[in-house]
């Protein structure tokens, strides 16, 4: 079937995932609201913190479900057996044991709280750049809504992407891996002794925590706090000549450049996904990376594709904008103007004095890609998975579904009505159009109503391509070229159409996965129904007080708005918290949202990287779906997935990921599951959620335990401390490049 992509990733499904159900075991308690509530909190409210980092780190929700629990242990031995009636049930304050139910439920509200709110970005720009702050209630308001519509979609799409069997969803086995170590294998029979899922589970919570205490050392000695200067390694600029800046700088640094062969220390550059992912889906990515960033982009600067100055070619890595003269578009270059009456305008008089703008080619390619991703999702879908759509929304595989064993146990217990999902989705859209129309933002409630339609056309195959791969896929540049080309010169409609749409698909993909681990773990698809609601909501509201607070103090908003400026970047913490993310949000609504893309793309050199994008994005999967038809039973075309190809192109960040995420998915994915099956169905995902709370941990302490109270590790070789922006620098050079004679840039002779 088409929708079978990796059989042997459905085996893997089959050893992992318990096949037994106790339906009398509680799982709606008062310590999944108790225990669910402070995860929640903690992580929005952390997460939102992080965000500000200029490298952005997450806070996995693997930490809560570590700590709920010996909590839920604890709860289960020292609190009294209370019971509360009401007229329609009773509450136990304490059930009994803490149950598996419990502890999943818990974790789903950690999981919502993880991811914060997308819109989070919109209130900070907002604030920061365009001097414009919303009144809480309205602020907390619309990231309900956004949060909850996503919500109402995922219930809408439970047919397609939850029920079939071959929907394995990679990314959501490594917490059906931990459940299991914890709660005692959740053995799957008597005669079951040499399962994966092992009733000797205390050599995987020993090896977890062992694993946790490792990770969270090495980064206490290594790049979160002894030797922060080492997290990244140049290799490429350990080979070539210290003269060659072409090579170093551009080619081989992973601050400046593309970092090509450049490997990173830090997990958190890495994280779990390379461990979770399929390998195919990872090398399929890699060789977009390769394809895009180490080859694509140093050719478009060596022949300067885009007739940029010569500054712009000087640093492939940057999200900045320059003029025509190669000026970083900043507070003394501006063609923005804040007036009383019309709010942020364009001064088009100063516009036509720096026109064409410029974009660095990696940043260019970055546009090129998200473009070619957004088409390729949906070609992909349409000849690989089209015929078992169609067969499934007509009803007929609907009998293999309620067949396979995991179905049968989850239809034991009342589904949510699909009334009440879409009950859901009416409100929180009526909420959304009424804050977007009647608050500062002033987007018309059609243009609301767009987002929220553009978000559910293109969930789908996003998640599609999810629950197959574990690889997620944005709807961001294309939101943001849909209402640019509608209505230019509005950037803050264009920050809140973006918001919409990013934050539905967002939601909508994480809240699918929890369904999916209700479906694996049998948990009733009310309480998880109950939960994910209830979690919105909090997480909402937490993200919202995190950013409030972070922006009360002035220095943390110059941070994001003068960010390189010379009385700034030498300021202790500058560096470190710039907020990469949402100067990226600022600078695509300047591009997207105040210019329009009509402008700023079609009205210069970078117009074809919006046409080319469309067209190799819409065409790659028909020509890999050609290519399967003719030589598929000799080579596995199937596994060269379009949309991951267009995936890893991201400027501004450390780029030192895109090789060590191979390496990391080659050892464990492929050479581990080939030739060490044994331990990698035992330890694979146990490790992977270790290294995840280790560096989790360690970011803690460091960030909140030692520099919040002033404490920096001594400065020596490997920890620069002041000298931070250097990173160690390997890829320094020791002559600057020739320039050209003639008045016309040459880069050929400009780079030697």
Known sequence: MAFCVDPDLESVVKEIVPDVDY???????????????????VLSFANTIFSFRTNTFTLTPYVAILLAYPIGKFLEHTVPNYFWYTRWFKVSLNPGPFTVKEHVLIGIWATTGAGGAYGTSNIVVQRVFYKMQLPPHYCIAFLISLNLIGFGFSGLFRRWVIRPVEMAWPSVLPFVSLYSAFHGGLRRGESDTDSVIDPKHNSKLRYFFIAVAACFAYHMVGPSFMSAGVASIPLLCLVVPKSSTFWRTIVGSQFTGVGAFAISLDWSLIGSLSMVTPFWASLSATVGSVALQWIATPLGIYQNWFNAPPRVLSVANSLNIFTNRGKIIDSEVNFIAHDMDYGTVVNWDNYEKFRPLHLTPLFALHYFSSMAQFMSAFVHCIVWYGHDIWRRFRGVDERKNSSDIFCRYIDHYPEVPQWMYLALLTLTSAMAVFVCQHTEMDMPWYMTLLAIGFASFACFPIAIVLATTGVQLYLNVASEFLVGLLMPGFPIIHMAFKSLAVSVGQQ???????????????????????????????????????????????????????????????????????????????????????????????????????????????????????????????????YVQGPLLFTAVTPGRDMSYVFSQFLVALFFQFFMYRYRTNWWKRHNYILACALDVGVAIATVVVAYGFHHWGIYFPEWELNPGKRMQYKLDLCRVTEEPRKSSSRQFDPVSYWG
């Open 23 to 41: 339906p009398e075991t509680p799982s709606l308690t008062i310590r999944v609201f108790l225990l669910g509530f402070i995860f929640c909190v």
């Open 508 to 638: 909508c993909m994480t809240l699918l996965a929890d369904l999916k681990l209700g479906h694996y773990m049998k948990i009733p698809p009310r309480h998880v129904f109950i939960t994910q609601v209830s979690a919105s909501i909090v997480s909402a509201v937490a993200s919202y007080g995190a950013t409030y607070l972070w922006l009360l103090t002035d220095q943390h908003a110059n941070w994001i708005a003068y960010y390189g400026d010379k009385y700034i970047q030498f300021e202790a913490g500058a560096d470190l918290w710039a907020s990469t993310s949402n100067r990226t949000f600022y600078s695509a609504s300047l591009i997207w949202g105040l210019i329009g893309p009509r402008r700023f793309f079609f009205e210069s050199p970078y117009g074809p990287v919006i046409i080319w994008g469309l067209v190799v994005g819409a065409s790659v999967p028909i020509v890999i779906k050609m290519l399967d038809m003719v030589s598929g039973k000799r080579i596995p075309w199937k």
